[in-house]
C-alpha cells in the first residue's frame, strides 16, 4: 500500500515541481504542473463530531492547491477503521480522537495500516466542552498508541524537526493565539511524535489545528501549513536517526 502511494507521490513532486516557492504569482504555473490526483482521509469513528469542521476541508485543500502543484481531493474519503483495506487505500488519515475507538480489530487494523506505511494525524479538539483536560486527552491518545504498539516511544517533536519545516517553517508561534485558553495551558501544548523504531508513523497534535478558525481567522494560514507539512512529511520521510 504505502509503496506505492509514496513512490507515485514522489514521482509527482519530481515531475511537478512542488519546491516552488509559495507566491502568488505561481498560480497558474502550478495548474500546468499538477500531476495525478492524491487523497486523504478522516477516520470512522462512533462519536459523532468524528467529521467536525468538515465544512473546512475544502478551504484547507484549496490552499494545499493554490501554494502546492498537488492535485488533492476537495474533502477527505471517510476511513472506516473496520476494515483494514478501506484505511490502506490512504496515505494520510485524520483523526479527532481515537478514545472512541475501542473495538480490539479496528485497533488491530489502525496498527496494520500505520505499519504497512501509512500515517496518522490525531489532532485535539481545543473546545473546553469537548476536551475539558488536554493532558488527559494526551495521556489516554497516548496509550491508546502504545496498546496498538507495545514497543512504540512516544515523545514531543521539537521545533528543529522536518515536520515543522519540511515545507514551511513553522513554530508554535503560527497557531497560537491568547484566545485559546484551555488548549495552551495544556503544559504539553505541541506535536507528539509516535515513533515505531526509527520511522514516525503518527503524530499527536494538541495544537487543534482545524478548530477556531472562524472565531480566530489569524489562526487559519498557520494550521493549514502544519496540515501541508504533516503531508508532505508523511509522504517523504524515511528512517530518522
Known amino acids: 500500500m504505502s509503496t506505492t502511494h509514496r513512490r507515485h507521490f514522489l514521482k509527482l513532486l519530481c515531475t511537478c ?6 507566491l502568488p504569482t505561481w498560480g497558474a504555473d502550478f495548474e500546468k504542473l499538477r500531476g495525478d490526483r ?10 459523532k463530531d468524528w ?22 481531493q476537495q474533502s477527505p474519503a471517510p476511513a472506516n477503521p473496520a476494515y483494514l ?3 490502506c487505500r490512504h496515505p494520510f488519515i485524520y483523526a479527532k480522537d481515537l478514545r472512541w475507538v475501542s473495538d480490539a480489530t479496528q485497533l ?6 500505520l505499519r504497512r506505511g501509512g500515517f496518522m494525524c490525531v489532532d485535539a479538539c481545543a473546545t473546553e466542552s469537548v476536551n475539558p483536560d488536554m493532558e488527559i486527552y494526551l495521556r489516554e491518545n497516548s496509550a491508546i498508541f ?7 516511544e512516544i515523545r514531543k517533536l521539537p521545533e528543529t524537526h522536518g515536520i515543522y519545516n519540511c515545507y514551511s517553517k513553522l513554530s508554535r508561534a503560527d497557531v497560537y493565539t491568547a484566545d485559546m485558553g484551555n488548549q495552551a495551558r495544556c503544559a504539553n501544548y505541541g506535536l507528539f511524535g509516535v515513533f515505531l523504531g ?7 497534535s494538541m495544537y ?34
Open 17 to 22: 515541481a512542488v519546491g516552488i516557492p509559495i
Open 38 to 47: 492524491v487523497g486523504w482521509a478522516r477516520l470512522v469513528t462512533p462519536n
Open 51 to 72: 467529521d467536525v469542521h468538515a465544512d473546512r476541508d475544502p478551504a484547507l485543500a484549496q490552499f494545499i492547491r493554490a501554494n502546492t502543484s498537488l492535485d488533492i
Open 85 to 87: 483495506d478501506e484505511l
Open 108 to 113: 488491530t487494523n489502525i496498527g496494520e495500516y
Open 146 to 152: 502504545k496498546r496498538i504498539f507495545p514497543e512504540a
Open 198 to 204: 526509527d520511522r514516525m508513523v503518527a503524530v499527536i
Open 208 to 241: 487543534g489545528l482545524e478548530c477556531g478558525w472562524p472565531q480566530t481567522p489569524q489562526r487559519t494560514a498557520g494550521c493549514m501549513k502544519f496540515i501541508l507539512n504533516m503531508y508532505m512529511y508523511a509522504m517523504t520521510a524515511g528512517p530518522e536517526r
